[in-house]
């Protein structure tokens, strides 16, 4: 695995950390997973940044990050992450954000803005504000079963995930065996954390450079959402991949060369 693994204590809350050290001179690279993700399923993506310091962490109750004292919501775990970047003594990052991740990782852009050089947003939406999935996708999201039955995740992958999953099934399994599951507390602490919340009246303020990445197939985030925030994001450019919602995870050296490209920029 690429990540050096360890525990930080910040406040009252340990987080577990990996960190991928680089060998470049770049800005580190602070990445916030989707729901019910921990360090491990960021792996082949940042397998194809060696020479990129990247920095990530498992949200309070996810993997073996401990559960929070008290819920939290965006803002939170922002400043958990700009706690971190203190903690490695970074003054500044690239921030990028997967899924739930990438509301985290608007509201970090918009909460810590001197500390954000450019965003990067994955297969995400701007909240409670945007075009929604199937009600049958949704239903099927708010409950954490296909993190516990294998066999409910073979069945639903395809319908969740689109692209790829829908014609090889096992793609599934093969991805959520990284995942460390711990409660089912945890992943409903990361639903409420983003109830609610919504940047759809703020998005066009953020003056960062940003890369919206979609998938073209995606059930779970329907790709008008990713052009709704390419509109509305002052300087920013879309890459679709022929791809579902994980196209990090199945297109991940595609995935990299459009980031390291838009990260190494002048």
């Known amino acids: 695995m690429a990540f050096a693994v360890e525990m930080v204590q910040l406040g009252r809350q340990w987080l577990r950390v990996g960190r ?3 060998g470049g001179r770049a800005a580190p690279l602070l990445l916030f997973n989707g729901i019910g993700g921990n360090i491990e399923l960021l792996a082949p993506i ?24 008290l819920p939290y919501r965006m803002r939170g775990v922002a400043g958990l992450a700009a706690g971190l970047l203190a903690h490695y ?19 970090f852009a918009r ?13 995400t939406a701007t909240g409670a504000l945007m075009v929604p ?13 296909r993190f516990v ?6 069945r639903v992958g395809g319908e969740i995930y689109g692209g790829d999953f829908r014609r090889r099934p096992a793609l599934t399994a093969g991805v959520l065996k990284h995942v460390k599951w711990q409660s089912q507390w945890g992943y409903y602490l990361q639903l409420a954390a983003a109830a609610g919340w919504t940047s759809v009246h703020w998005l066009h303020r953020l003056e960062q450079p940003t890369l919206v990445m979609a ?5 779970l985030v329907p790709l008008v959402n990713a052009r709704l925030m390419h509109r509305l994001l002052r300087t920013s450019e879309l890459k679709v991949f022929d791809c579902g919602h994980l196209f990090l995870l199945t297109r991940p050296q595609q995935a990299a060369h459009a980031i390291n490209e838009f990260l190494d920029r002048p």
């Open 20 to 22: 991928q050290r680089g």
């Open 46 to 69: 940042t397998e194809w940044m060696p020479r990129r310091e990247v920095i990530t962490f498992d949200v309070p109750g996810v993997g073996h990050s401990p559960l929070p004292p």
């Open 89 to 107: 003594g970074h003054g500044v990052a690239d921030v990028m954000g997967i899924s739930w991740g990438g509301a985290a990782a608007q509201q």
């Open 111 to 123: 909460s810590h803005p001197t500390l954000c050089r450019r965003l990067v947003l994955c297969a």
């Open 133 to 145: 999935s199937h009600p049958r996708v949704a239903w099927k999201m708010a409950t954490p079963r």
């Open 149 to 154: 039955s294998r066999d409910y995740a073979r």
């Open 215 to 219: 998938g073209a197939d995606d059930p």
